[in-house]
């Protein structure tokens, strides 16, 4: 079992930025593949960004292209998002997830069925 633990989340105006990270306990974090999604209220859970378990691939969702990163450190068991050029439909609960079997695949996967283990969310807020 793994466990996920956002934190940066808060309240920033547009155009700010927010750095947030995601903690995962257990040994075997360098074998999953780690994801971004939201929730915004009323909306569907969407993906956001994903990186593989070597970190040598990424994917965005369109409306981020640009303007958030994702990254991982696997000596730190951390995956982390930086948001830049925040714009208020940014607006959401962000949770991390990781893929189990993300070590056999060589490309994300932006699928929510995907993704077997889930942060508790990090709420974070863009005021125009």
């Known amino acids: 079992q793994v466990q996920l633990v956002e934190s940066g989340g808060g309240l920033v105006q547009a155009g700010g930025s927010l750095r947030l990270s995601c903690a995962a306990s257990g040994r075997t974090f360098s074998s999953y593949a780690m994801a971004w999604f939201r929730q915004a209220p009323g909306k569907e859970r969407e993906f956001v960004a994903g990186?593989?378990?070597?970190?040598?691939?990424?994917y965005y969702v369109d409306s981020v292209k640009g303007r958030f990163s994702i990254s991982r450190d696997n000596a730190k068991n951390t995956v982390y998002l930086q948001m830049n050029s925040l714009k208020p439909e940014d607006t959401a609960v962000y949770y991390c997830a990781a893929d189990r079997s993300g070590i056999f695949r060589v490309a994300v996967v932006p699928y929510r069925s995907e993704y077997d283990y889930w942060g508790q969310g990090t709420q974070v807020t863009v005021s125009s």
């Open positions: 990186i593989t378990w070597s970190g040598g691939s990424t």
